[in-house]
């Protein structure tokens, strides 16, 4: 996972409350995505980017917003918090040029009470 | 759309049994990527092996397989004399290409089986 920096690590929100989860990539990474696992559901596309100003909706974006403003950051802002966002959020990032491997952020814990 | 499955939710096995992980994916795409990524407890993904779907050549390394076969859409994942550090979470996830079909996009991820090896 060496490159692709999420945090924080753990939250704890309320209800309504809105956060942002950080994502930073040093490799000059062009495509960039959020995923959040649940249990039996494995992982789930919520929004990516193919680059600096470009960014589309994946599987499940209701509730979150994204922005690529450099090529090294992606954030995930949660608009009003909800308990069904509790989840494990992942970052990821690759060049996108054939062959090359997708590199996973560490993880980021979010429990909405 | 895509669709990957992973019938088995868990598996549990003895120390230096082999064990396969099913794979079975769904697309309309005739260029397509599959991956196996691991999860072990401390919760980070690891990436295993990513195969396009032109290279149907089974591939192996060190105690790890994978046996990828169009015909029936499926990407199993063997490992032979499992170890108690196999013990983890095994997603296989499906990518389309991207649009100019250069490179792979979305990924697409099954459910993840639970692999708790014995001692």
């Known amino acids: 996972n060496a490159g692709v920096t999420q945090t924080p690590k753990f939250q704890v929100l309320k209800t309504g409350q809105s956060m942002t989860l950080q994502c930073a990539q040093d490799m000059n990474h062009e495509y960039m995505s959020w995923y959040r696992q649940d249990p039996g559901m494995g992982l789930r596309l919520i929004h990516y980017?193919?680059?600096?100003?470009?960014?589309d909706q994946g599987e499940v974006p209701n509730g979150y917003n994204v922005s690529r403003s450099t090529t090294e950051d992606f954030p995930l802002r949660l608009l009003s918090a909800a308990p069904s966002q509790t989840s494990v959020y992942f970052c990821?990032?690759?060049?996108?040029?054939?062959?090359?491997?997708?590199?996973f952020g560490e993880g980021s814990w979010l429990t909405v009470v | 759309a895509q669709k990957v499955t992973q019938a088995q939710t868990e598996i549990s096995v003895v120390e230096k049994e082999d064990v396969t992980l099913d794979c079975v994916y769904e697309?309309?795409?005739?260029?397509?990527?599959l991956f196996w990524y691991k999860q072990p407890p401390s919760g980070e993904l690891v990436f295993l092996i990513r195969?396009?779907?032109?290279?149907?050549q089974n591939e192996i390394s060190g105690r790890y397989s994978w046996n990828f076969q169009k015909s029936t859409s499926s990407f199993n994942f063997t490992i032979t004399a499992s170890q108690v550090v196999d013990s983890a979470v095994y997603f296989c996830a499906l990518s389309e290409p991207n649009a100019g079909g250069t490179s792979y996009g979305k990924l697409t991820f099954g459910q993840g089986t639970i692999l708790t090896v014995h001692p």
């Open positions: 195969r396009n779907s032109f290279d149907e």
């Open positions: 980017s193919v680059g600096a100003g470009i960014t």
């Open positions: 990821a990032s690759r060049l996108t040029a054939s062959g090359n491997t997708i590199y």
């Open positions: 697309t309309r795409d005739t260029t397509y990527y």
